[in-house]
């Protein structure tokens, strides 16, 4: 998970020891899997971008507390999930999946129209799994990560990773499928 | 292979987690049998949906904007740690462990040198502490007025049952409340230490900055 381990546990140490210019260089390197993993967790880029301020600041609170044995990325996604599980048990039951958008203002209109319907589509089957199987499912399909890494990062076995992906594929697959021949109807 | 892979394995195959052997093995069955194909086909086609939803870089705010946020709701300083908190529960769990045979070992000890007439005994030492210690002021003020005593009914009454007792009763008395005080001690030191734990670690800071 980690590209160059040694600048990386200089950059650690110097950031554990108050260093914001080292802290800073960690946050650009993995600002990207933080927001790409809550944004999956959550279905929403708002919540993923607030949820990601709150990983690095729990990060630079508790890095003096960071074993340097373990991967640094594993510990920032485990803290990722932690409070994305937090939010999602916050999250008004109110909220309704359309609300929940995976889609940037900041697109073309014809752009958003496109990827809108499909990313809907696939956030709404997504939401619909059980925030376990989702972690395991976006650490997997988002963030490419080993089951090792997962297992890791969930702290759970590997045989659970393995258990929690099926039924996340079999449950999303059977959404999808059921979707696609609303649609056709 | 003769029998179609498990869906567990078609997952394995799919996420390359197999051996190379066994890959190889799903590899040669996947070309000779279409419906495991189909199967494997599909699910790799819905991994790829899935991945396409992925956001990207240009649909986050920009580093800058991302880091002038973070920057600001930083918080100027850590929270201080005592140094010793990962080490105190087995701190708390191993002291205690290896104070206790010693302080009975002790209280024993001392208990010995009392019956052989080596120590003077604390049991007569009280007992001539007890009179004024019971019949103090701020007993007599306090506890004895809320219970509706005397100083005098309480010391007939505790001075009566004490010198009933014989002088080795006595000191093995005293060294069990003393061992048991040591013992309160302990469980109160444990449990305002895990008090101490569990609000310092709920303790969730404010962040201002939040959009």
């Given at each position: 998970?980690?590209?160059?381990?040694r600048?990386?546990?200089?950059?650690i140490?110097?950031?554990?020891?108050?260093?914001l210019g080292?802290?800073?260089?960690?946050?650009?390197a993995?600002?990207?899997?933080?927001l790409?993993?809550?944004?999956?967790?959550l279905?929403?880029?708002?919540?993923?971008?607030?949820?990601?301020?709150?990983v690095?600041?729990?990060?630079?609170e508790h890095?003096?507390?960071?074993?340097p044995?373990g991967s640094?990325?594993?510990?920032?996604?485990r803290i990722?999930?932690n409070?994305?599980?937090?939010?999602?048990?916050?999250?008004?039951?109110?909220v309704s999946?359309?609300e929940?958008?995976?889609?940037?203002?900041?697109?073309?209109?014809?752009?958003?129209?496109?990827r809108q319907?499909e990313?809907?589509?696939?956030q709404?089957?997504?939401a619909g799994?059980?925030?376990?199987?989702r972690?395991?499912?976006?650490?997997?399909?988002y963030e490419q990560?080993s089951?090792?890494?997962?297992?890791?990062?969930l702290?759970i076995?590997?045989?659970?990773v393995?258990?929690?992906?099926s039924y996340?594929?079999?449950?999303?697959?059977?959404?999808l499928a059921?979707?696609?021949q609303?649609?056709?109807? | 292979?003769?029998?179609h892979?498990?869906?567990?394995?078609?997952?394995?195959?799919?996420?390359g987690e197999l051996d190379t052997?066994a890959q190889r093995?799903?590899d040669?069955?996947?070309a000779?049998c279409?419906?495991?194909r189909h199967?494997?086909?599909?699910?790799?086609r819905?991994?790829q949906?899935?991945?396409r939803?992925?956001p990207?870089c240009a649909?986050?705010?920009?580093?800058?904007?991302?880091w002038?946020?973070?920057?600001?709701?930083?918080?100027?300083?850590?929270?201080?740690?005592w140094?010793?908190?990962p080490?105190?529960?087995?701190?708390?769990?191993s002291v205690?462990g290896?104070?206790?045979p010693?302080?009975?070992?002790?209280?024993?000890?001392?208990r010995l040198?009392m019956?052989?007439?080596?120590?003077?005994s604390?049991?007569?030492?009280c007992t001539?502490r007890l009179?004024?210690?019971?019949?103090?002021?701020?007993l007599e003020?306090s506890?004895?007025?809320w219970?509706?005593w005397s100083g005098?009914?309480?010391?007939r009454?505790v001075?009566?049952?004490?010198?009933?007792m014989?002088?080795?009763t006595?000191d093995?008395?005293?060294?069990?409340?003393?061992?048991f005080?040591f013992?309160?001690l302990?469980f109160?030191?444990?449990?305002?230490?895990?008090?101490w734990?569990?609000?310092?670690?709920g303790a969730?800071?404010?962040y201002?900055?939040?959009?």
């Amino acid at each position: 998970m980690d590209a160059n381990p040694r600048e990386e546990a200089e950059r650690i140490q110097s950031a554990a020891q108050g260093n914001l210019g080292a802290f800073a260089e960690l946050v650009q390197a993995h600002r990207m899997r933080v927001l790409r993993t809550a944004a999956g967790m959550l279905g929403s880029l708002d919540e993923a971008e607030d949820v990601a301020q709150d990983v690095f600041i729990k990060a630079w609170e508790h890095l003096p507390d960071y074993d340097p044995r373990g991967s640094f990325a594993g510990w920032l996604y485990r803290i990722t999930v932690n409070t994305a599980l937090d939010v999602l048990r916050k999250r008004r039951a109110d909220v309704s999946l359309d609300e929940l958008q995976l889609v940037s203002p900041k697109e073309d209109p014809e752009g958003i129209a496109l990827r809108q319907d499909e990313r809907q589509r696939v956030q709404a089957a997504i939401a619909g799994l059980p925030a376990a199987a989702r972690a395991a499912l976006i650490l997997r399909e988002y963030e490419q990560l080993s089951y090792k890494e997962i297992a890791d990062v969930l702290d759970i076995p590997i045989g659970t990773v393995m258990s929690r992906l099926s039924y996340a594929r079999r449950a999303l697959g059977q959404s999808l499928a059921l979707e696609q021949q609303e649609v056709e109807v | 292979m003769q029998d179609h892979p498990a869906d567990t394995h078609l997952q394995l195959y799919l996420d390359g987690e197999l051996d190379t052997d066994a890959q190889r093995a799903i590899d040669a069955h996947i070309a000779a049998c279409p419906p495991c194909r189909h199967k494997l086909f599909a699910c790799q086609r819905m991994c790829q949906r899935v991945r396409r939803t992925v956001p990207t870089c240009a649909e986050f705010l920009s580093e800058g904007e991302f880091w002038g946020r973070l920057a600001a709701s930083l918080p100027a300083r850590r929270r201080s740690r005592w140094p010793l908190v990962p080490y105190m529960p087995p701190l708390l769990l191993s002291v205690p462990g290896t104070l206790w045979p010693g302080v009975i070992a002790l209280l024993g000890f001392l208990r010995l040198l009392m019956g052989l007439g080596l120590l003077p005994s604390v049991g007569r030492l009280c007992t001539t502490r007890l009179i004024p210690l019971l019949a103090h002021p701020v007993l007599e003020q306090s506890l004895y007025s809320w219970a509706g005593w005397s100083g005098q009914e309480v010391v007939r009454f505790v001075l009566g049952g004490w010198t009933r007792m014989s002088v080795a009763t006595q000191d093995t008395l005293i060294l069990s409340i003393a061992l048991f005080l040591f013992l309160a001690l302990f469980f109160e030191v444990a449990i305002l230490y895990i008090g101490w734990v569990v609000c310092w670690s709920g303790a969730t800071p404010s962040y201002p900055n939040r959009r």
